[in-house]
């Protein structure tokens, strides 16, 4: 029984001294929805930034602005105001650095579809589960590899979850449902269709005769004004694009402003169906 006492008023003595040092953490369910909030808009931002330079300047930063915490919550006045001081100055910087992923980040939430359902869980893509792609993408990129065949150039854009409308004026309205002779036709050097890109939605060639903004990037010369307006898209928005080069007849993935590289033509349907998704 004196064992048994010992080591409960131990138990006790030690919960006690444990509950003291974390006297400081009074969690409420306010601060874990806060906790929540952050993560979900640092996910955003990850995503946003993923597979670009920024990406590491981010990361540095989300490092400072840690230790800066940390240093706040130890009570370390002078270090934790030196990295306020150095976080508040360096605000305006980073808004120059960030510009175009900001502006990105921006029309990502301002073009967000919150009236349709699957528009919605595709923007919280992190949450879905049954959602999935009912695009053709074997039928499109066997029609690429077609006119990579016969150095035919296109240009195809896949829309996701942001509208691509302020774009898709500049061209043709359609509604055709995917298949490969539509898509050999359309950019077939004769069509009065094959000038600029067209517009995937869902299973369906939306817009025809699209003009896309152009890329201010340095890219290698052997790369056109196809492959300028594929990156000046994707830096702009969430969409995808396929290009099919008139010069070399190089079939070229692009997402987030960047080259994508595939082995083989199976591995870019199966790039193209996981972004997609």
Not at 31 to 54: E, H, N, Q, S
Not at 197 to 204: D, F, L, P, R
């Amino acid at each position: 029984m004196y064992a048994i006492n010992f080591g409960m008023n131990l138990f006790l003595i030690f919960t006690k001294t444990n509950l003291l040092m974390l006297d400081f953490l009074n969690f409420s369910f306010l601060d874990i929805l806060d906790i929540v909030l952050v993560a979900i808009l640092l996910y955003y931002i990850y995503k946003l930034l993923k597979g670009t330079v920024a990406i590491n300047i981010f990361i540095g930063i989300a490092l400072i602005v840690l230790i800066w915490k940390i240093t706040q919550a130890l009570q370390m006045e002078m270090l934790s105001g030196l990295l306020g001081t150095l976080i508040s100055l360096g605000a305006i910087a980073i808004l120059i650095v960030f510009q175009p992923e900001v502006r990105k980040f921006l029309l990502m939430i301002g073009s967000a579809n919150f009236t349709n359902k699957r528009n919605f869980l595709k923007q919280l893509k992190f949450l879905k589960t049954e959602i999935q792609t009912n695009t053709d993408v074997e039928a499109i990129v066997s029609a690429c590899e077609a006119m990579a065949s016969t150095k035919t150039g296109a240009l195809i854009v896949f829309e996701r979850a942001q509208n691509l409308d302020f774009v898709r004026t500049t061209g043709d309205h359609m509604h055709i449902e995917i298949n490969k002779p539509i898509l050999e036709s359309i950019f077939y050097k004769n069509s009065p269709l094959h000038d600029g890109a067209v517009i995937i939605k869902e299973n369906y060639i939306i817009a025809t005769r699209i003009i896309l903004p152009l890329s201010d990037k340095h890219l290698p010369a052997r790369f056109g004004l196809r492959h300028r307006a594929a990156v000046g898209i994707t830096e702009k928005t969430d969409a995808l694009c396929l290009v099919v080069s008139e010069e070399t007849g190089k079939i070229s993935y692009i997402k987030d402003g960047e080259f994508t590289l595939f082995k083989n033509n199976n591995e870019l349907i199966e790039l193209i169906k996981y972004d997609l998704n």
